[in-house]
Antibody, heavy 121, light 110 residues
Framework: QVQLQQWGAGLLKPSETLSLTCAVY????????WNWIRRPPGKGLEWIGE???????NYNPSLKSRVTISVDASKKQLSLKLSSVTAADTAVYYC???????????????WGQGTLVTVSS | QSALTQPPSASGSPGQSVTISCTGT?????????VSWYQQHPGKAPKLMIY???KRPSGVPDRFSGSRSGNTASLTVSGLQAEDEADYYC??????????FGGGTKLTVL
């Protein structure tokens, strides 16, 4: 059974860089795309982007200029960096496995436990 | 504002059926067979309930079904049970190489 465990700093100041890591336990790492998604308080989910084991990435066009997703396939880990954060980036951030190739054409499953990131001065 | 439009709330009594809509455009919901639905209980991670518009992953009860008409996808929960009370989100692949979600619907079992 595949499990995703994520961690990272939960409180940031405006203009800082958000940094999160997600580790994958069990199952194949190389057969899938691995995604980051966020849910701002009181709002819906927002797809941030994805990466595969070889480092090929796809990003949400609205966040692309500030997002970097990287991978360490040897450790079965993916990381998210989001630069120049503002209060609008306050959200619960999730990692998730994408099914059906790029852009999770067959859905996202499973998901990590989520990390609340708050941006406040 | 989310790319896909969902009603903020829905409700039904135990045993009844409820349908949640998800309206997009021909550039997302109406243009691709890549619509998914997720269930999220408070404090928990989302769970995939439907993929490919109308397919159920292994382990998801057949009380959950998906469909689409034009640019609107729907999730129907039949035989409502107390544990179905949760937030539900739709998503779709979209033109310009993107994945878009709805704003979520809070389902209340009366």
């Amino acid at each position: 059974q595949v499990q995703l465990q994520q961690w990272g700093a939960g409180l940031l100041k405006p203009s800082e860089t958000l940094s999160l890591t997600c580790a994958v336990y069990g199952g194949s790492f190389s057969a899938y795309y691995w995604n980051w998604i966020r849910r701002p308080p009181g709002k819906g989910l927002e797809w941030i982007g994805e990466i595969n084991h070889s480092g090929s990435t796809n990003y949400n066009p609205s966040l692309k200029s500030r997002v970097t997703i990287s991978v360490d396939a040897s450790k079965k880990q993916l990381s998210l960096k989001l630069s120049s954060v503002t209060a609008a980036d306050t959200a619960v951030y999730y990692c998730a496995r994408g099914l059906g190739g790029s852009y999770s054409q067959l859905g996202l499953d499973p998901w990590g436990q989520g990390t609340l990131v708050t941006v406040s001065s | 504002q989310s790319a896909l439009t969902q009603p903020p709330s829905a409700s039904g009594s135990p045993g009844q059926s409820v349908t949640i809509s998800c309206t997009g455009t021909s550039s997302d919901v109406g243009g691709y067979n890549y619509v998914s639905w997720y269930q999220q209980h408070p404090g928990k991670a989302p769970k995939l309930m439907i993929y490919g518009v109308n397919k159920r992953p292994s382990g998801v009860p057949d009380r959950f079904s998906g469909s689409r008409s034009g640019n609107t996808a729907s999730l129907t929960v039949s035989g409502l049970q107390a544990e179905d009370e949760a937030d539900y989100y739709c998503s779709s692949y979209a033109d310009s190489n993107n994945v878009v979600f709805g704003g979520g619907t809070k389902l209340t079992v009366l």
